[in-house]
């Protein structure tokens, strides 16, 4: 008897995997709690620090240009190594890497704690891709060689994603909690008990794996990889922010040519670091195009939520954070029930139809303000957690699925990096967006020149000016730049919203036949 992937006649040659069937492994639900919780880990930290950033910048006095590489300096750096890293625990043993992994992210949060500059918080957060590009295609390979029923495996990825959702909603509401309490730095700190449980349980229960013919670790492919997606993502946002200037065009032609150097080397290597091969399959390649569009439509926008919550409608951290929920909420519901819909219905119905729920519920955002009821917030970022709680869950099924689970570590790795990559770009171009209608506004009556220009760098230095000035000019500065940002946001909503529907219709058509698979029990 044999296990296999069934993608229909629109899958393409090359789209089934066979496997041998396996018994069930005794403790892998035990073995997914302790992955989950990498998964927390990096979900909490990637949460916070949109409701640091209005603390952060008081402290630190970041520039708008700094600001934006605090934010996404994080998703470059893991972009460019996730692959590397998905490579190296498929050769070293994903359980030795993911352990190893998070002692470091531990480690790095208390740096990123104690910056004291806004050059050592963006040290910080580039050390804190380096290990984190080591837990999440771990986490997702381990449970592609843990769970060998197809069933079974659909249920552990939706609680994997559902997790993901819960770490995105408790870094607010704790994050926001610490933030009414202690300094910003704390925010950082939360990880360090969820790295030690994670460290002391893992090393337990869970086992290793990794590929018993994996072949060498190709220095030269790792070393382009990162050139490559670094370069190319660099050039994007410093274009998006300064225009084409001449070091920014070679950065990206730098990025451009060793991406490609980097896939030719890899279809001459014996053992690539990535199989290209992958990339024929139509069902595995529209799920990664379909979550890096998807990313890069929601993170620009998601990134500012939190400003807006804070400095428009002038919530506590902890207001905003509980103001988030919904999204969590629905993304949990929805990851869990995924797998079950998509084989009701199917998979495109369940992934271009998540999209789609995605894409109207940003377009709402247009109307946005700063009287905007807690009810319609709710309701919007339900609907958003809907939707991607959806979409993503089947994708990274789909993803596993498709691969041997020889490679499960390099295929998790494609995945996390069109996630990382869509959230770099994201931040990049719709952050500019934001950024560059707010710097517009004019100058309010009776307010200086130069305190016009401080509160033009971001909305936290516009709070910062406006209290040096009467309360009279103050309220005017404060209310021109809270008008300016919510013109700024509402472009992005737009714009964020053109992209999730784009992706909608790519994996409407990219996905066409596409099934999860049944149980081998289920086939005749």
């Known amino acids: 008897m044999s296990e296999t992937i069934g993608t229909g006649a629109a899958g393409g040659a090359g789209a089934s995997v066979v496997d041998r069937v396996e018994p069930p492994r005794p403790g892998r639900w035990l073995a997914l709690a302790v992955l989950v919780l990498a998964v927390l880990l990096v979900g909490v930290d990637a949460t916070v620090l949109g409701l640091a950033t209005p603390f952060l910048s008081e402290d630190l006095k970041p520039t708008g240009t700094q600001l934006l590489w605090i934010g ?145 670790w190709d220095l030269p492919s790792v070393g382009l990889s990162l050139i490559g997606v670094v370069g190319v993502v660099y050039a994007v946002k410093e274009a998006a922010v300064h225009g084409f200037r001449w070091d920014v065009v070679a950065a990206g032609l730098v990025g451009v040519l060793a991406l490609v150097v980097f896939a030719r080397r890899q279809q001459r290597l014996a053992t690539p670091l990535l199989d290209m091969a992958l990339f024929r399959n ?103 957690g809907i939707g991607a709680g959806f979409a993503f869950t089947v994708t990274a099924d789909v993803i596993l699925s498709s691969v041997p689970k020889e490679q499960a570590g390099a295929a998790s790795a494609v995945s996390e990096t069109a996630y990382e990559l869509g959230a770099a770009l994201g931040i990049a171009l719709l952050g500019s967006v934001v950024t560059g209608i707010y710097r517009g506004f004019g100058t309010p009556p009776g307010v200086p020149e130069p305190a016009a220009n401080a509160a033009r760098e971001s909305l936290g230095g516009a709070v910062d000016a406006a209290g040096t000035l009467t309360p009279d000019a103050g309220a005017r500065l404060l209310q021109a730049a809270q008008d300016s940002f919510v013109s700024g946001l509402d472009t992005a909503a737009l714009v964020g919203a053109a992209v999730l529907l784009a992706a909608s219709a790519a994996a409407w058509f990219l996905l066409r036949g596409q099934r999860l698979e049944d149980s081998p029990a289920e086939h005749p």
Request: hydrophobic share 55%; charged share 10%.
């Open 72 to 216: 996404d300096v994080y998703s470059f750096v893991i972009a460019g190594l996730l692959v590397s890293m998905g490579s190296l625990g498929d050769r070293i043993g994903r359980k030795k890497l993911l352990l190893s992994g998070s002692v470091a992210f531990g480690a790095l949060s208390v740096l990123a704690a104690y910056a004291s500059s806004s050059a050592m918080m963006i040290v910080a957060r580039a050390l804190l891709g380096v290990a984190g590009a080591t837990l999440m295609p771990s986490t997702l390979a381990l449970i592609r060689n843990l769970f060998h029923d197809p069933r079974e495996r659909s249920l552990a990825v939706g609680i994997w994603g559902a997790m993901a959702s819960a770490g995105a909603a408790v870094g607010p509401v704790l994050g926001g909690f610490l933030l009414g309490h202690f300094w910003w730095g704390s925010v950082f700190l939360i990880n360090l008990p969820v790295m030690a449980v994670l460290v002391l349980v893992g090393i337990k229960v869970l086992p290793e794996s990794r590929n018993p013919n994996p072949g060498p």
């Open 282 to 384: 139509r069902g595995f390649s529209g799920a990664v195009l379909a979550d890096l569009l998807t990313i890069l439509g929601l993170s620009g926008l998601v990134f500012f939520l939190s400003q807006f919550l804070q400095m428009v409608q002038m919530r506590s951290p902890l207001n905003a954070g509980l103001t988030e929920l919904p999204a969590a909420v629905g993304a949990v519901g929805a990851g869990l029930a995924a797998g079950y819909v998509a084989r009701r219905l199917s998979v495109r119905v369940v992934v271009a139809g998540g999209l789609a729920i995605v894409g109207l519920a940003l377009a709402s955002c247009m109307g946005l303000g700063q009287d905007t009821s807690v009810l319609v917030l709710g309701t919007i970022l339900f609907a958003v």
